[in-house]
């Protein structure tokens, strides 16, 4: 007989200090732990009232008799200490402390967990004042959108823009002035190169993956000649050039992007050539306009150096023929180092292999 009158005081003790809750957010989530990364049991909607276990609430005998209290600023001073009053909540979602939930059940009457910021417990006395009703600045579960909805939704399109800036080595095409003496030695050092760019996304792609722009790129480059009559030559030049590119993504992932570009050039090359022999020194400056279509694939390593990506590139630079014209049209002094009928530099149709490393920055 005691024991059941002892299980019977603990039920009916648990059962007084059990409180209902209002569901505050648009949809609440009932836990199968104290932690928003367990099991998801089941859903709640605003306005629902659920059963909140009593270990929540506070049985102390030290708390007010809200009855005998008028003044809610009476109330307020008692409850300071116990009662949780919320602001307005914008932290993380995420939570793993056992005390920022309440105990529950769900529709099978199993234990379950909410998130104490997300209920208001109906105390049905003066302390509902203490609480807000609404405390989100923004409800993290309203997935609602206001009307009017955004223009073409839900295909709706982000506007994006990048820029890179890359450096990159190649070798440089074999073709130099027609030099009339006997050539022993020939050595072309390796042609040095920056690219700077600005891209937008298409208007025609909703997906975000074809960008337009136009880009900027110079290269720089030597070649040294030795002759059989002790003379020596060195050529020195430099491209600078311009024009639209086109990309496309064709792999976007969480690290890494690939993409495929194109790109038509305007190019302006100058090449200085400087002779001498054992008793003569003469430089001539040859300049002209050309084109060189380039395809390439580029290798983005995402967020590496904080919002700017790594980025790797591997182009080809395809030379349409042109020449490069004497522009000081200086008369030929010695025969042996100039070709009175051929005084021109010949580009011919080439392609030429390029890798660059550098940054961009999406925004």
């Known amino acids: 007989m005691i024991l059941i009158y002892s299980l019977t005081f603990l039920f009916v003790s648990k059962v007084c200090l059990a409180m209902n809750g209002t569901v505050l957010p648009h949809q609440l989530t009932l836990f199968s732990e104290p932690n928003t990364k367990s099991k998801i049991l089941q859903y709640k909607k605003k306005g629902d009232v659920i059963y909140i276990h009593g270990k929540d609430i506070s049985e102390s005998p030290h708390e007010p008799e809200f009855e005998t209290l008028d003044d809610i600023d009476q109330i307020d001073s008692a409850y300071s200490s116990i009662i949780r ?5 914008e932290d993380t979602p995420h939570s793993d402390n056992e005390e920022d939930f309440y105990k529950t059940l769900d529709r099978s009457g199993a234990d379950a967990y909410v998130l104490k910021r997300h209920i208001k417990l109906i105390y049905k006395d003066k302390r509902e004042g203490l609480e807000k009703i609404s405390p989100f600045a923004t409800d993290e579960t309203d997935y609602r959108l206001e009307e009017p909805l955004p223009k073409g939704y839900p295909f709706v399109k982000r506007k994006l ?38 891209m937008r996304n298409a208007n025609f792609d909703i997906q975000s993956r ?18 059989s009559n002790s ?30 570009y194109a790109a038509i050039p305007i190019n302006y090359e100058k090449r200085i050539i400087q002779q001498e022999d054992l008793e003569n020194f003469e430089e001539r400056i040859f300049s002209g306009f050309g084109i060189t279509p380039t395809i390439g694939s580029n290798l983005k390593f995402l967020n590496v150096l904080g919002s700017w990506h790594l980025t790797a590139s591997f182009e080809l630079l395809t030379y349409l023929p042109y020449y490069l014209r004497n522009s000081n049209n200086f008369e030929v002094d010695n025969g042996n180092f100039w070709d009175e009928e051929q005084d021109y530099i010949y580009r011919p149709f080439r392609g030429v292999m390029s890798a660059y490393i550098g940054v961009s920055s999406t925004f």
């Open 85 to 89: 009053v919320e602001g307005e909540v």
């Open 161 to 198: 823009a990048t820029g890179f800036f890359e450096f990159g080595i190649g070798p440089q095409i074999k073709s130099s002035y027609p030099y009339p003496a006997v050539q022993t030695k020939e050595r072309y050092r390796i042609r040095r190169g920056v690219h700077i760019g600005y």
């Open 210 to 227: 074809f960008f337009v722009g136009a880009f900027f790129q110079a290269h720089f480059e030597n070649a040294e000649f030795e002759f």
């Open 231 to 260: 003379q020596n030559s060195l050529e020195i030049g430099s491209i600078f050039g311009a024009g639209p590119i086109l990309s496309y993504d064709a792999y976007k992932g969480e690290k890494l992007d690939i993409s495929f």
